[in-house]
């Protein structure tokens, strides 16, 4: 952009300094759009907001990038991404170069806008440090490029999303030589070497190359069919049965990229195929249906779901976010209303089928070389099912990051691992991708509805049998949202500094666990055995009846978090409706004297 930093050379904010990052950045960024948009703000005087975006930089993480998209060094755009890539290719070359330049990295991409470049950029980056490319000429889901790095034994992944985040926003995220998404201290090294290696040449911008180069491959079609080949383990029982169910499915991907995938898996499994959400079935990377693009949110993002099941009498919807890595469900009741069950519903229904599918076909195998995770936020359900089963069980930090990694080490130790899952919808069924996979967990639920609606029943009764066997297991989990940094740090502040809280309300905690400090009350040492993360804000307080609750930030969106669940044992006297009530007053309790929406300023999720 050389001749509009020479024409806009009169660039006059009041502050020097700011002059010179304007010009700075026009002196870089080759991307008419980004330079316009930040003229654009220079002619407006939106100073303030010129100073955010130029003098401070997206964190890198172990989830990667995650950001608006825009110019300046705080968005994603060409130029970070270009920064990005070229850091993260050095540090690939300085630790594992032999397996880098032999194997090279898988790229994908989603279907949001300014993916497929970004993508193409990142490649070129690498193309020109000699590391190969794997580079997906189309949208794909994030499991398949998870899958990929495995497949090809790449160096590393990259998968250019935002998941399910608003529509302006794109992201970077990354995944190891395991295929698991990167874990501590790869993500620090990773960004030191970005900031070691911000200069960028002039080639970085020339996406031409990636048609000349020999180090760039298209995984696409022997990914799609290896993908589905492996697939086929999971599907058990007669398929015949399966086809002629009585069961009618409704699926929407959320404008993202799942349809043709799903449709795909829905094939491997023999299923009928569902009802399409007409309006939502095509990627459109501007969401033009829905608030947030997240199955989480609930009946707020499944209305048009919901209508076409109702025109089409489906008893069964399931959903995917954008970028085809999360899975919701809901059914129909008698009453024709929908039930969305939440992520730990779902978890504690597929963790089951994974047991009863793995041992009806692996009866040999004994127990205690099985095991499970979940996420340390996510419900108690599958340890107190491994308590009876006789299967391990472990929790980890909150992120698919920690439970693919330890289920890695187990899996080196001889173990298997038949199921992780965290709360937030992500679920991970067997290990053909080390990383939550909607794309497979769907025809795996959807398989086992067929069977249940052929045997005359639901997964509504499926789940209360479940905890008539293993006890009630009930959650109520949600988010505020907070744009304001400090005062998050107000927040979590207040409830450290003068020693933490005894009593929450009229209720007496019994334990506290400090994952961002390491603090955990119940061990002798008062040390948690979860890592310690600094990055995170995360509080757990166990109470005197049973409770617990958990007040955490999110890592990726501007939300405080809070999870709390009530668990009884097998048989236990206490009806659903009486636990859920002590519940919901905890919960009110909690969020009244430790978050304080009104104080703050937090906004409660919509819907």
Same mark, same amino acid.
């Given at each position: ?17 700011l002059d010179d990052e304007i010009q700075s950045w026009l002196a870089i960024d080759r991307n008419e759009s980004t330079c316009a948009q930040l003229l654009s703000m220079v ?69 949001? #806008? ?10 070129? =980056? ?37 998941? #399910? ?20 201290? #790869? ?5 030191? #070497?970005?900031?070691?290696? *911000? ?26 069919? !290896? ?9 058990v029982g007669d398929k015949n049965s399966l086809a002629s169910s009585n069961l009618k499915l409704t699926y929407t991907p959320m404008h993202g990229v799942g349809q043709k ?10 299923? !009928? ?52 890595? /999360? ?34 076909? !692996?009866?040999?195998?004994? !127990? ?5 995770? =979940? ?73 086992? =509805?067929?069977? *249940? ?39 979590? /502040?207040?409830? /450290? ?6 009593h929450c309300g009229k209720y007496k905690i019994i334990n506290v666990r400090d994952v961002t400090t390491g603090y955990d009350s119940s061990f002798e040492d008062k040390k ?80």
């Amino acid at each position: 952009m050389q001749d509009l930093t020479a024409k806009e050379a009169d660039i006059k904010t009041g502050s020097s300094k700011l002059d010179d990052e304007i010009q700075s950045w026009l002196a870089i960024d080759r991307n008419e759009s980004t330079c316009a948009q930040l003229l654009s703000m220079v002619k407006e005087r939106q100073y303030t907001e010129l100073e955010a975006l130029l003098t401070n930089r997206m964190a890198f993480g172990t989830a990667g990038l995650r950001a608006r998209m825009g110019p300046g060094y705080a968005c994603m755009n060409d130029v970070t991404v270009i920064q990005t890539s070229q850091g993260f290719g050095k540090y690939l070359l300085e630790v594992q170069e032999s397996l880098a330049k032999e194997n090279g990295v898988a790229i994908g991409f989603d279907a949001r #806008h300014n993916s497929a470049r970004f993508a193409k950029l990142a490649a070129v =980056a690498m193309i020109r440090l000699g590391i190969p490319v794997h580079l997906f000429s189309d949208y794909t889901p994030t499991p398949f490029l998870a899958y990929s790095v495995r497949k090809y034994k790449t160096a590393a992944g990259i998968m250019v999303t935002a998941s #399910h985040n608003p529509k302006d926003d794109n992201g970077y995220k990354v995944f190891w030589s395991n295929g698991a998404q990167i874990i501590p201290p #790869h993500d620090r090294n990773i960004a030191q #070497h970005i900031l070691e290696n *911000l200069e960028i040449h002039p080639e970085a911008w020339n996406i031409d190359l990636l048609g000349t180069s020999k180090l760039r491959s298209d995984p696409y079609a022997d990914i799609f069919s !290896n993908y589905y080949k492996d697939l086929e383990n999971y599907v058990v029982g007669d398929k015949n049965s399966l086809a002629s169910s009585n069961l009618k499915l409704t699926y929407t991907p959320m404008h993202g990229v799942g349809q043709k995938f799903m449709k795909q898996s829905f094939t491997v499994f023999g299923l !009928n195929q569902f009802v399409s959400v007409l309006e939502q079935s095509e990627p459109d990377p501007d969401f033009p249906t829905v608030t947030f693009p997240n199955p989480e949110e609930g009946k707020s993002a499944l209305d048009l779901a919901m209508k076409a099941a109702d025109a089409n009498g489906s008893n069964v919807i399931i959903a995917n976010d954008p970028d085809a890595d /999360r899975l919701a469900c809901a059914e129909r009741s008698e009453s024709g209303s929908w039930r969305v069950f939440n992520g730990n519903e779902l978890g504690s229904m597929l963790g089951t089928i994974a047991y009863e599918n793995f041992k009806s076909t !692996n009866p040999n195998i004994p !127990n205690e070389k099985l095991y499970m995770v =979940a996420s340390t936020v996510s419900s108690k359900f599958l340890k107190s099912m491994s308590q009876q089963e006789g299967f391990l069980f472990e929790e980890c930090l909150t992120g698919f990051k920690w439970m693919a990694n330890y289920a890695l080490r187990k899996m080196a130790e001889g173990y298997t691992c038949l199921f992780a899952y965290e709360e937030s919808i992500g679920y991970m069924y067997g290990t053909n991708v080390m990383d939550k996979d909607g794309i497979s967990a769907g025809p795996v639920l959807a398989a086992y =509805a067929s069977k *249940l609606y052929n045997q005359g029943s639901t997964l509504s009764q499926y789940l209360h049998s479940l905890y008539s066997k293993y006890g009630y297991h009930i959650s109520n989990d949600s988010y505020y949202l907070c744009y304001d940094p400090p005062t998050i740090q107000t927040i979590f /502040r207040a409830l /450290r500094d003068n020693g933490y809280p005894t009593h929450c309300g009229k209720y007496k905690i019994i334990n506290v666990r400090d994952v961002t400090t390491g603090y955990d009350s119940s061990f002798e040492d008062k040390k948690s055995v979860l890592p310690t993360d600094p990055s995170c804000q995360m509080l757990t307080f166990s109470f005197d009846n049973g409770c617990v609750g958990t007040l955490r930030t999110s890592g990726t969106e501007p939300k405080i978090k809070y999870y709390t669940e009530i668990i009884s044992p097998p048989q236990s006297e206490s009806s659903r409706e009486v636990l859920a009530e002590q519940l919901v007053d905890l919960k009110n309790t909690l969020i009244e004297t430790f978050l304080q929406p009104e104080k703050h300023g937090l906004k409660a999720k919509s819907g």
